[in-house]
T-cell receptor, first 114, second 116 residues
Framework: AQSVTQPDIHITVSEGASLELRCNYSYGATPYLFWYVQSPGQGLQLLLKYFSGDTLVQGIKGFEAEFKRSQSSFNLRKPSVHWSDAAEYFCAVGARTGGFKTIFGAGTRLFVKA | KAGVTQTPRYLIKTRGQQVTLSCSPISGHRSVSWYQQTPGQGLQFLFEYFSETQRNKGNFPGRFSGRQFSNSRSEMNVSTLELGDSALYLC???????????????FGSGTRLTVV
């Protein structure tokens, strides 16, 4: 079965600083990997996804993520954080199990200091 | 293009009652999944439907059920509500076809269910 670990419950960064959110996954085969963002009281929005190809993937809102098979990691990065990036971020791993099932990590809450 | 629509947005029910939540996916999306989100448990997978068939089910009791109609709209039902069922219920639609995946989800804004 697949699983996802986001080691940081919350992170605080200053506006304009760089950001890296960590994600480690467990799955026997090559997984589908995703990052989502959730603003308070809202559903989740897909930032980016990876299955194959270039291990550095670009997403929306200036985010990127790098897949490292040897470390079972899929960390999310942004070079310069804006106050509007404050939200909760979820890493997810998807796998074919009959149909298709996506498991989410516990999330990392991002706070942005002015 | 319209997004995923969930109704109602907010709901208050009494213990022991039942509730039905509705989800209209993005036009052309035939896969619909449901998640329960709570502060303590995070996002928990409930079930996935594709072409009116349940393809996957999470580890929830039989009180939780769902269905999908021929127009891809989906409903989930919770019978004999318990206080612990209070949560944000999220519906997500996807282009994923049978046996495929990796497109990612488009989520609705959710239904906030409070059981008193």
């Amino acid at each position: 079965a697949q699983s996802v670990t986001q080691p940081d419950i919350h992170i605080t960064v200053s506006e304009g600083a760089s950001l890296e959110l960590r994600c480690n996954y467990s799955y026997g085969a090559t997984p589908y990997l995703f990052w989502y963002v959730q603003s308070p009281g809202q559903g989740l929005q897909l930032l980016l996804k990876y299955f194959s190809g270039d291990t550095l993937v670009q997403g929306i809102k200036g985010f990127e993520a790098e897949f490292k098979r040897s470390q079972s990691s899929f960390n999310l990065r942004k070079p310069s954080v804006h106050w509007s990036d404050a939200a909760e971020y979820f890493c997810a791993v998807g796998a074919r199990t009959g149909g298709f099932k996506t498991i989410f990590g516990a999330g990392t809450r991002l706070f942005v200091k002015a | 293009k319209a997004g995923v629509t969930q109704t109602p947005r907010y709901l208050i029910k009494t213990r022991g009652q039942q509730v039905t939540l509705s989800c209209s996916p993005i036009s052309g999306h035939r896969s619909v999944s449901w998640y329960q989100q709570t502060p303590g448990q995070g996002l928990q997978f409930l079930f996935e439907y594709f072409s009116e068939t349940q393809r996957n089910k999470g580890n929830f009791p039989g009180r939780f059920s769902g269905r999908q109609f021929s127009n891809s709209r989906s409903e989930m039902n919770v019978s004999t509500l318990e206080l612990g069922d209070s949560a944000l219920y999220l519906c997500a639609s996807s282009l994923a076809g049978a046996g495929q995946g990796g497109y990612g989800y488009t989520f609705g804004s959710g239904t906030r269910l409070t059981v008193v």
